[in-house]
């Protein structure tokens, strides 16, 4: 009796640079067969200087080779139906100073943001006719309104973003989060399209 062997393809995957790439390391495998141990070893790809920081490896290709290696078991395809190899190289910790003239670009494009927005909507002046509607009294700079507003800018931002650095409030993802999933779904699918052998076409130039 055939063995069958479950075979489902890991969407993406981080391997060195110059590494022996193995099943294992690409897919996961279900069988009852003995031989699972050596479908796990079994080599599949050496990534070379060529192959920059991506590799499209197809399951028809990984299939094709395994039934000449193993002539007597059946191999069944579950899930994607390609792997992305992100081939990780020796990078050097980012420069402190960098980080610190982003950090500091960033915060003074973000109050820049929230400062124009607030010139164009008039807030100052939203804020002056709120403390007269309830006080009866003119005033430049209502203070009690413009602090507590502040604070909640920044609670709020914290609450939208769903994060405080590496600490989650809740298991939800943010809009920033959702955003960025999206975006790599959609590099994924480019990336299998256009860097897959197996595919004739090429990218628009």
């Not at 193995?22 to 050596?38: G, M």
């Not at 980080?99 to 500091?104: I, P, S, T």
Request: a negative charge; hydrophobic letters at 40%.
């Amino acid at each position: 009796m055939t063995d069958i062997v479950y075979l489902r393809m890991k969407k993406n995957v981080d391997l060195s640079f110059l590494q022996d790439v193995q099943l294992k390391h690409i897919a996961y495998i279900s069988t009852a067969s003995v031989h699972k141990k050596n479908l796990e070893n079994t080599p599949i790809y050496r990534i070379t200087k060529k192959d920059l920081n991506v590799v499209i490896i197809d399951s028809f290709l990984i299939i094709d080779h395994l039934t000449t290696l193993y002539e007597g078991l059946e191999f069944q395809l579950l899930g994607p139906a390609q792997t992305i190899i992100r081939i990780s190289k020796n990078k050097k910790p980012p420069s402190i100073i960098i980080v610190a003239c982003v950090w500091l670009l960033l915060f003074i494009g973000a109050a820049m943001t929230i400062m124009n927005f607030h010139y164009d909507v008039s807030m100052q002046e939203v804020q002056q006719k709120l403390h007269f509607i309830l006080t009866g009294d003119q005033k430049e700079f209502p203070l009690w309104i413009q602090i507590p507003y502040s604070f909640g800018l920044g609670i709020g931002m914290l609450l939208f973003f769903n994060h405080w650095f590496n600490k989650r409030f809740n298991e939800e993802p943010s809009p920033l989060e959702v955003e960025i999933y999206n975006y790599q779904q959609d590099l994924d699918n480019y990336i299998n399209h256009y860097e897959n052998e197996l595919n004739d076409t090429e990218p628009p130039s």
